[in-house]
């Protein structure tokens, strides 16, 4: 039996705002670390995904998925830029060479073609990177 355009929009409307609404209950129940943690899922992304397939075909939402992934490089190089610079600068000079980083890397990634396993692995490379790279982390007890 096929799924019917309400109940699609339905779910749409209520699958990310309830998996976020748990996270701040688990937060509440068992401190900001846990909900921390758990908000590290892809309680949005994943859902997105979800809504891809059922409208454009597993293909489409296949494709948008690593898209999703790589963009994980773009946020990790505004994180490093913005911690770096609203440092040195302020937060406004920060925040606006983030957007900088932020853009020019995702337009950079809009050319890169890699098979999943690749990209999984150069992403998860680029995140340990920027965590080492990030201003205080070795005041925070990170050990990398």
Do not use: N
Request: proline share 6%; hydrophobic share 60%; with cysteine.
């Amino acid at each position: 039996m096929p799924i019917g355009a309400q109940t699609v929009l339905l779910f749409k409307l209520l699958l990310t705002p309830t998996l976020l609404g748990l996270v701040s209950l688990a937060g509440r129940r068992w401190g900001p670390a846990v909900s921390g943690w758990i908000i590290g899922l892809p309680l949005t992304a994943g859902p997105v995904s979800l809504f891809l397939a059922l409208d454009h075909g597993t293909a489409f939402a296949s494709r948008a998925a690593l898209g999703s992934l790589l963009g994980l490089i773009s946020l990790a190089a505004f994180c490093l830029t913005y911690s770096w610079l609203s440092i040195r600068t302020g937060w406004p000079v920060g925040m606006l060479a983030g957007w900088g980083a932020f853009f020019a890397l995702t337009i950079a990634l809009e050319f890169v073609s890699l098979p999943l396993f690749l990209s999984f692995v150069g992403v998860i490379g680029c995140l340990l990177l920027v965590l080492k790279l990030l201003p205080g982390s070795q005041s925070l007890g990170i050990v990398m």
